[in-house]
């Protein structure tokens, strides 16, 4: 009978950029709310507000991971059917920055004209789209580093800001197991991915056992520090006018 795990290991290969100084965001996703969905660019958001995308395989345990973080049973839909969602999701946060759930990749049944739509939008929303600040990329720790993950690195990572990859479903695992899954994802992206080390990070994860969750939310909290930190300083007082004789 296979040993369940007493213990969990969950660490990161990158940093991310230096964010000395500034206090990070805690709790980044608790109290969000859904704010719009997005089936093509004309659709997205125009505020301006800093955007952190959420992307995976389908069944790969994205909408699971959102909902443990969020700390709500049903923010994003758990669907039975993969790859039955094919729009962006937006939801706010309480530091006002916006959650974008992005579609399940890698379902076969997917209409071929859906997914060429798809593709093409995805792949210019993670390299052009100027208020995303970072991307969560969720990989089953079982089926890491698929062809399809490592497009998804392919279209972000020249953008030069920060991945955070959660490895989920490590309840699965044993420790052992759990340590050898984090340490050949890590010699992947070391070998394969070196000029971003800096800005790659990974963890293990599980939405289930509630592992991993205080890591995620510091690497996220992060990214969203420079902005809580702008939008707490309060506006300049306007100059008293002066009047004739002062």
Partial sequence: MRRKPTAYCTQSVGTGPSLAGKSAV???????????????????????????????????????AINALAQRTRLAFVSKTPGRTQNINFFRLRSGALLADLPGYGYADVPAAVRRHWQHFIARYLAERVPLTGLVLVMDARRPMTDLDRQMLDWFLPS???????????????????????AGVQRELTRD?????????????????????????QAVGDWLAPFAAAAAVPPAQKERPRHQGE
Avoid at 40 to 58: I, T
Avoid at 162 to 177: G, N, R, W, Y
Avoid at 198 to 212: E, H, M, P, W, Y
Wanted: zero cysteines; aromatic letters at 8%.
């Fill in 26 to 64: 805690t709790h980044p996703f608790h109290h969000a709310e859904f704010l719009t969905t997005a089936a093509d660019w004309h659709q997205l958001p125009v505020d301006g507000a800093p955007e952190v995308a959420f992307a995976g395989r389908s069944n790969a345990g994205k909408s699971s």
């Fill in 160 to 182: 030069l800001r920060p991945t955070h990859i959660l490895l989920t479903k490590a309840d699965k695992f044993t420790v052992a197991e759990q340590r050898r899954t984090l």
């Fill in 193 to 217: 991915y070196a000029a971003h080390a800096d800005r790659i990070g990974v963890q293990l994860f599980s939405a289930t056992k509630k592992i991993g969750l205080a890591e995620a939310e």
